[in-house]
């Protein structure tokens, strides 16, 4: 290396500092994203293994034909077994523990995950309401209608969260440098 001129020496130093410091920030950057990307697939893998229990506990064609079942039977044995509907959770552990992140998940998944959960806890409140002594009191047209809407809706909501399974499983499989990778080609490249 040369001898270096007076003035050179600081520029040369300062130079050394800027590099160093942007190699600093960029290693930050890359640390960062991929914290957040574990972060994102960690969310889809835990919401996709929380509806999966769920539609798994549901056990969808037996249970849809046990409700369809007892809505034909007679009022007496109904209502004997709408007592026996015990309490249902009122809280779902990964679901809320995330909800406020739902939005890494992008816009489709968000929606569709916050779909199930409006509809498993709705079904929640339906069938807690379904022993109680007004519903219980209530006359059998009323019972038949809320069980086919029951099962009905669980039938069509099983195939829609089925698909959100998947794509919430490939999510959390897809690798994190892949995920910046279509984040650059949708946000950066879009025409």
């Known amino acids: 290396m040369p001898a270096m001129t007076p003035l050179a020496a600081p520029l040369y130093a300062a130079a050394v500092a800027v590099v160093g410091a942007a190699l600093s920030v960029a290693g930050k950057i890359v640390f960062d994203l991929w914290q957040r990307s574990k972060e994102h697939r960690g969310i889809a893998a835990g919401l996709a293994g929380e509806i999966r229990a769920y539609l798994d506990l549901l056990n969808l064609p037996s ?3 046990a409700y369809r079942d007892m809505a034909g039977t007679s009022r007496a044995a109904r209502i004997e077994w709408l007592r026996t509907l015990g309490p249902f959770p009122s809280t779902h552990p990964v679901f809320d523990k995330v909800a406020d992140k739902l939005g890494y998940l992008g816009v489709e998944d968000a929606y569709a995950v916050s779909r ?15 022993s109680s002594p007004g ?4 006359g059998d047209p009323l019972h038949a209608a809320a069980i086919d809407f029951v099962v009905t809706t669980m039938e069509r909501e099983a195939r829609c969260a089925d698909h959100l399974i998947e794509r919430l499983r490939l999510r959390a499989e897809r690798s994190p440098w892949r995920m910046w990778a279509d984040w650059f080609d949708r946000v950066i490249m879009a025409p």
């Open 63 to 65: 249970t849809a034909k």
């Open 116 to 130: 199930i959960y409006n509809v498993v806890t709705g079904f929640r409140l339906i069938l807690a309401n379904m």
């Open 135 to 138: 519903f219980v009191a209530a």
